[in-house]
């Protein structure tokens, strides 16, 4: 049923249960009551067949059969203000998921509200107002106070602070100094600041998310896996103790007594309001599920596997050694790397701009060779920047490190070296997840495979594969099995996009990853945050859980409630009344799953 429907049918019965009311205790009609109330419960019966049948053709048990058989029972028996509450209830409670769904959905949706419109940029001496798409990569821009960061980017100039709540979930303000990066969404306090453009708009950390969100909310969530465990086994349950009440009592009456208490509300709204609240609070820790299916797979989740770069380690390469030759100092030759470097959307490119933001030299005539490196003028002299055989005709020894080589006028004179330090908390990460229940914990890297072992060996992953491609990387998770499933992969690159998407779960890292991870995956990290990968496995564990839970206790309770009405002791009104009692505590219940335990 769309919400429309589900809002809808909840004013039909209220506006028909007053007419009632007027008809029965103010005209003193009460045949015509009867009549009104009959129809609408019928008409709305035949709905929910036509809904259950649908439901059925999908291969799904439908669990509205119990509720449809009440409705029909209470009007056949006469005890039609009954039938009125149980079309309350069912009404009521589809609303009811629809609102907490929504709610449950807020934290997403506050994110489509503050989506940056222009940009001040710096040509020259001017500062001009420009479009946001308009920004290109390598552009200087001012950032006012108050005002929505327009893109991703480096601070150049000025100290500010910043609220990434819409971002990540946190509230607290955060201090940027030059040098460090700045992602667009996040809103300016009370200084204005310089930054580079790292990025478009187009491929920001905030349309990114918008992107994510949007992709969310199209996903259905399949939650009526858990209804099915429990709907067939409830549904006999609460026939076989109606049937035998009316066969021992001989009273048609004593069915629908039983009926009216055999809530189907556990079964079709614990679970999902559950895995929805799951998903808000997901999303309030800077982690974007995209379906109720996800939290399911995570809570059972048996296999672990992670990319090294920017997953184990924080992927963005800080400048490790600087070594300068032929008269030059080390200072020299990284300004000298940086300002060539700080038009381009490489990688090490910010990381040279973030070394040395405040003496970085005016470049011209940039150009830019795929795979080999920068040519720039500065001070008239050509500097080219990148791999030794593009830097200089005669031979330099490279070393076994990632590094850029500087030449001036075709004269070597260094090179600056990077190095990717390790999460802090990755071996944390890895304790955690086998406290959770992972069976094994792998790393599968592009990197060399003395590397990847020793990066392993250091945070506590039990298998590595080193040196695998992107398809490599696909093999190594299809040929994993059963009884080691599901599988989730945690990546961050566009190389790990196909292994996301070939495991059961694929988590990205998208503070700083590729639209492509993200986009391919089940879940995104928003935060720069690899303990987030426990926490998404926590959150999962603690929405199933209380799902579990909720569906029981409603379980129990309408149970309990069948057997006493089983002896006549709870007239049907009485009955209809106690099933939205049944119905209120299961929905609160999951609802739990929504606060941080």
Known sequence: MSKLSNYMRLIGVLAVGGIALILEFVLRLPFYSQIVISTLGLFIALLMFIDMVKTLRSGKFGVDLLAITAVIATIAVGE??????????????????????????????????????????????????????????????????GEVIPVDGTLTRGNTTVDEASLTGESRPIDKAVGETVMSGAINGDNSFEMIADKTADDSQYQNIIRLVKQAESTPAHFVRMADRYAVPFTLLAYAIAGVAWYVAGDPIRFAEVLVVASPCPLILAAPIALVSGMSRASRNGIIVKSGTIIEKLATAKTFAFDKTGTITKGHLTVDQVYATNGYTQKEVLALAAGAEQQSSHILARSLVAAIPENIPTATNVVETTAQGVTATIDNKTVKVGKPSFISKKPIKAIDQTTVYVSVNDHYIGYVSFSDELRPEAKKVMDQLHDQGAKQIMMISGDRKSIAHEIAQRVGIDKVYGDRLPEEKISVIEKIENQFRPVVMVGDGVNDAPSLAMADVGIAMGAHGATAASESADAVVLKDNLGLVSKAVEISNDTMNVAKQSVLIGIAICTILMLIASFGVIPAIIGALFQEVVDTITILWALKARVDQ
Do not use: C, F
Request: charged share 20%; proline share 3%.
């Open 80 to 145: 039609y203000w009954a039938g009125l509450i149980v079309l309350l209830m069912l009404t009521g409670g589809d609303a009811l998921e629809d609102y907490a769904a929504n709610k449950a959905n807020s934290e997403l949706q506050s994110l489509l509200e503050n989506s940056p419109q222009s940009a001040h940029l710096i040509t020259g001496d001017n500062l001009k107002a420009v479009q946001i798409d308009q920004v290109s990569v390598g552009d200087r821009l001012v950032v006012k106070p």
